[in-house]
């Protein structure tokens, strides 16, 4: 018989495409605090590309916390904080191109009455989502900016 792990009340997904420079954000955001000390009660995942895919991975967390990029009408390198009505409601005209798949995941962990008690998007303006791997140097400059602001979130989890 399958052993069941138990999941972590909070969990913290990056979201990206690490073929498009600053689009991979939340892959390398995630991959920079798998070495870091976190409190064991939180679960970091890499989730790429994915949308609905990831609803078993988000089903009743108390807290999961969304690192991505989004095309907002805001200065490159912008960090924000999203709730996900933020993202239904097309916040200030920015669009990931995870955006609608995380919406459409909270949105279907809603109906079957799985989804995570709070959800929290860090998102990004990105400088560059040309074709290349690696973020760029003035996004790289910024990921400790991006990833103290994670941590808050899960202090404030506790």
Known sequence: M???????PILVLGIG???LHDEG????AVE???RLKLPDNVELLDGG????DLLDAIAERR????????DADVE?????RLKPEDLLTDYSGGMSLHEFGVADTLRMARHLKCEPKEVIIIAVKPMNIEPGIGLTEQMTALLPKIIECVLTEIRTAE
Do not use: Q, R, Y
């Open 63 to 70: 807290k999961v916390i969304v690192i991505d990029a989004l």
């Open 25 to 28: 954000l939340g892959v390398f």
């Open 2 to 8: 399958a052993e069941t792990k138990v999941k972590s």
């Open 49 to 52: 590309t994915a949308g609905a």
């Open 32 to 34: 920079a605090m798998d």
């Open 17 to 19: 495409n690490i073929l």
């Open 76 to 80: 490159p390198g912008t960090i924000l």
